[in-house]
């Protein structure tokens, strides 16, 4: 009766651990900052459009109680004229609005000026009362100039471009009144929050201080003037303790959690995309042929440790040709933690199959783990835990809607309960088998059990099926029915 209760305890400690760290890791990979870009600048001797870019993730500020909002934004020029504003809601009134002007080779900062509109008049600076509670720090404003490939340049007006980036933080800015008719609260829940944008290419600002008098833009809507987009800021949302960091403007990316039109959870399923076919391999890896390995490896059979290795091969397979579909998605920018843990996984795979055959090498030859063999059981732990999360936070990244993600979840938690459950019924027949046999006195030696949980390793007692006659000879010291050198 004890042992039966101190394996129970044993396997709900597992569970536990395994699960804890799943949902720590998924709520690292949940966030993704979401962004939106007008590309329209054709450099200086060119008829070009806006451009610019927006990225922002919204954070939940526990000891405030309140969301705070984290900004990025470059804007691309080819001069110090005119300047260039995106604001929350789909009107001026009671906009939350940044605009960005200055002079690129006077050696300041872009001018970062915090404004709203009581209607479509000159926007005003923003004053404490009319914050409602929110706050607003800059956190970055600089001019870097670029090349006509992109790549960096000296600040000079020969420059092909300037580009200023800025970055700063709205504490509190889900208090932000948002007054006027036709504006909107800044919420963190909201799916398809409106934006606008807004510019004026030809004015020259006389004063650079963040007060400076505005001409007005264009009022023709699209590239002439000014537009709406529509920002998921819920996929932004982050709700760790510690705050994400500013979020960074993936290059060339034009939109990701926005939409020029207003945004539907309803998106369309296109069969042979690319981001279709990156989600199914990965799905078939992680969701089913990872799990199948592990059902191998403690299937009792005896040829086990070859189903494990040929599964686990096939699995890597697919995983190793998501990756490169990811890759080529990309674009050569990998700034979201989506991606980043989605290479890690990826790489860690080719040490995990070097790790896995060194540590059946060894046990043949010792009978017994070494830090190899815990090394590959660990790391294939570590790999199913972070592509299980890497796996839902990508469903997140192409907005797919909750029912989904809520059933993809279950699917996992239930693997990780069925698994834990099978590796440890194995674990307690091979237990009961070895208490038999070392009650019969004609065996004098057995195979040496660890009763690992949840191993994606090898099996000793299958490993010592795969042996040849050759290896099993009377004189072996190793085979498991005769005694080793020295005992009694």
């Known amino acids: 009766m004890f042992n039966i209760i101190m394996a129970r305890n044993s396997i709900c400690r597992v569970l536990l651990v395994w699960i804890t760290t799943f949902v720590y890791l998924f709520g690292i990979t949940l966030a993704e900052p979401v962004q939106y870009c007008k590309f329209g600048y054709k450099g200086k001797e060119g008829n070009g459009d806006v451009d610019f870019c927006m ?17 990025s934004m470059t804007v691309t020029r080819g001069s110090d004229l005119g300047w260039t504003a995106i604001g929350t809601g789909s009107v001026m009134a009671g906009s939350l609005m940044t605009i960005v002007y200055g002079e690129p080779l006077t050696g300041e900062p872009p001018v970062v000026s915090i404004r709203t509109a009581a209607a479509h008049h000159q926007p005003k600076l923003i004053t404490k009362g009319q914050a409602g509670g929110a706050d607003f720090r800059v956190l970055r404003a600089e001019w870097r100039a670029i090349k006509e490939d992109g790549t960096p340049a000296t600040l000079s007006s020969s420059s092909y471009a300037y580009v200023a980036e800025v970055s700063l933080v709205c504490y509190s800015c889900n208090l932000w009144p948002a007054k006027g008719r036709g504006s909107s609260k800044i919420s963190a829940t909201a799916t398809s929050l409106p934006w606008i944008w807004a510019w004026n290419e030809d004015q020259e600002i006389s004063s650079l201080s963040d007060d400076a008098h ?53 998106t369309n399923f296109t069969l042979f995309s690319n981001g279709t076919i990156h989600g199914v391999l990965m799905g078939m890896a992680f969701l089913v042929i990872f799990p199948l390995g592990v059902l191998a490896m403690r299937s009792q059979s005896s040829k086990s440790f070859k189903y ?58 010792v009978r017994q783990r070494t830090w190899i063999s815990h090394a590959h059981i660990w790391a294939g732990r570590l790999i199913m835990i972070v592509g299980w999360a890497n796996f839902l936070s990508g469903m997140l990244f192409v907005a797919t809607g909750p029912f989904w993600v809520i059933l993809v979840s279950a699917i996992i938690v239930g693997e990780i309960v069925g698994l834990t459950f099978w590796v440890w019924s194995c674990n307690r027949h091979k237990s009961r088998k070895s208490t038999l046999e070392a009650s019969d006195p004609h065996v004098t030696w057995q195979q040496e059990r660890d009763g690992e949980y949840f191993t994606v390793g090898e099996d000793e007692e299958t490993e010592m099926n795969e042996l040849g006659d050759h290896d099993k000879h009377e004189s072996s010291p190793y085979d498991p029915m005769l005694p080793r050198h020295g005992s009694r």
């Open 55 to 71: 990225a922002v993730a919204m954070h939940e500020n526990h000891s405030s109680n309140a969301y705070d909002m984290y900004l």
């Open 214 to 266: 505005l001409n007005g833009h264009r009022h023709r809507r699209g590239n002439g003037g000014w537009g709406e987009f529509y920002v998921d800021m819920s996929r932004s949302l982050d709700t760790a303790e510690n705050p994400p960091p500013v979020p960074s403007i993936q290059s060339g990316v034009r939109t990701l959690g926005t939409s020029d039109t207003p945004i539907s959870r309803n």
């Open 308 to 365: 494990h290795w040929i599964i686990q091969l096939i699995a890597s397979l697919c995983t190793g040709a998501g990756a490169i579909v990811g890759i080529v998605m990309s674009h050569g920018s990998f700034n979201s933690p989506h991606q980043v843990a989605g290479l890690l996984v990826s790489g860690v795979l080719g040490l995990q199959a070097f790790l896995g055959w060194r540590h059946h090498v060894i046990f043949v030859r």
